[in-house]
């Protein structure tokens, strides 16, 4: 089957451009916490949909931008659903986030600072509270409620797909063509200068930019919360997470999810089709592969042993410093080796015994 989801109106849009009617009234926020949460709404779809069908559905599915920048998802599923089932799963499926509340920032203009434990406040250099304390105190209210819930829109559709039928093609295509497109590209204007749905764009990015993606966010600093792991260098709108970015719009994670059992291939198998297809890439271009084994562990010297011999490094054995200098004179002694072997297959004399000596004690 092919299936496609998609999330909830934040507002009214102009057809065909993707822009908001009123721009004022666009609930921005909501938009951008959805597409922050979306792939989990994903998962607890799948984890429904199996319970609900009674088998374990495979799937393979991509994540895309719609015009007007809410993310859907395109997926075709093995074996057939009712769509009565398929519509009843994704009217019931929610994810309720229970974190702080994110109502209202408290830190907009200053930034709190690190005093070395704790994210204290910039004028009374009280420290903030701690992510514990703060979920702590959400379990102990009775009436709290989550700082966000993500839901589905009213428009699923449900299609059943049969090999070879043009329509199949072209839902195949709709799968396939994100794996090498960027978010952004889905809604690039081409160059065109279009103002309304650049600053549409700009909008949810103003929001997606500050919203916490996660426990560990920088952003929450902001909200006047710790987050749940802290250290030096933690600044509001700048997480490192590309989830915030203006080309990912709230989308930082995967954007293809396949079931396990949807190709029969293990993670291992992946991996042995993607290096062969580079193999050939390289090999067509008239690269020569060894070159590109030559770290490899089954590599063999010419007497028929193995060309490197494997040792785990022992922690404590130096300091990083210690090896990295080590592995930096490592590299000036090979490449002063090198000089020397080209000067001696250059030279007409033989070289000194001296410079010959240090290339026998060094080669190994
Ligand atoms: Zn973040």
Redesign the pocket.
């Known amino acids: 089957m092919f299936i496609t989801l998609t999330l909830p109106g934040y507002g009214r849009i102009r057809p065909g451009t993707g822009v908001p009617v009123d721009p004022e009234r666009y609930d921005y926020r909501r938009a951008a916490m959805d597409a922050l949460h979306f792939s989990k709404l994903l998962d607890r779809w799948f984890q429904n949909l199996r319970r609900c069908a009674g088998f374990k559905v495979q799937y393979f599915g991509a994540i895309e931008a719609q015009r007007r920048l809410a993310p859907h998802f395109h997926v075709a599923t093995r074996g057939a659903i009712p769509r009565q089932v398929i519509k009843a799963v994704t009217k019931a499926t929610y994810v309720s986030i229970w974190w702080p509340s994110l109502d209202r920032p408290k830190y907009v203009q200053d930034t709190p600072a690190w005093d070395g434990m704790d994210y204290v406040d910039p004028q009374t250099g009280i420290p903030l509270q701690t992510w514990d304390d703060a979920l702590t105190e959400l379990d102990k209210n009775a009436d709290a409620k989550p700082a966000h819930v993500v839901r589905f829109g009213s428009q699923t559709d449900a299609k059943g797909l049969i090999a070879g039928v043009p329509e199949t093609d072209r839902a195949v295509r709709y799968l396939t063509k994100y794996l090498t497109k960027a978010l952004a590209e889905t809604f690039a204007t081409d160059g065109r200068v279009e103002l309304a749905y650049d600053m549409h764009i700009d909008r949810l990015y103003a929001e997606v930019r500050f919203l916490?993606?996660?426990p560990?966010?920088?952003?929450w600093l902001r909200i006047g919360i710790q987050p749940r792991t802290v250290g030096p260098g933690m600044e509001p709108g700048w997480?490192?997470?590309k989830?915030?970015s203006r080309e990912h719009l709230g989308l930082g994670g995967r954007r293809v999810l396949v079931s396990r059992g949807w190709s029969g291939k293990t993670l291992a198998g992946h991996r042995a089709d993607r290096s062969e297809v580079v193999r050939q890439a390289l090999t067509s271009a008239g690269i020569e592969v060894a070159a590109v084994d030559r770290m490899a562990a089954q590599v063999v010297d010419e007497d028929g042993n193995a060309r490197f011999e494997w040792a785990a490094v022992i922690p404590g054995a130096g300091t990083k410093a210690a090896m990295l200098v080590a592995t930096i004179l490592e590299r000036r002694r090979w490449r002063a080796q090198y000089e020397l072997a080209k000067a001696m297959a250059n030279a007409h004399d033989p070289p000194v015994d001296k410079q010959f000596g240090s290339l026998q004690r060094a080669g190994r």
């Open positions: 916490p993606c996660s560990d966010c920088p952003n997480c490192r997470s989830a915030h």
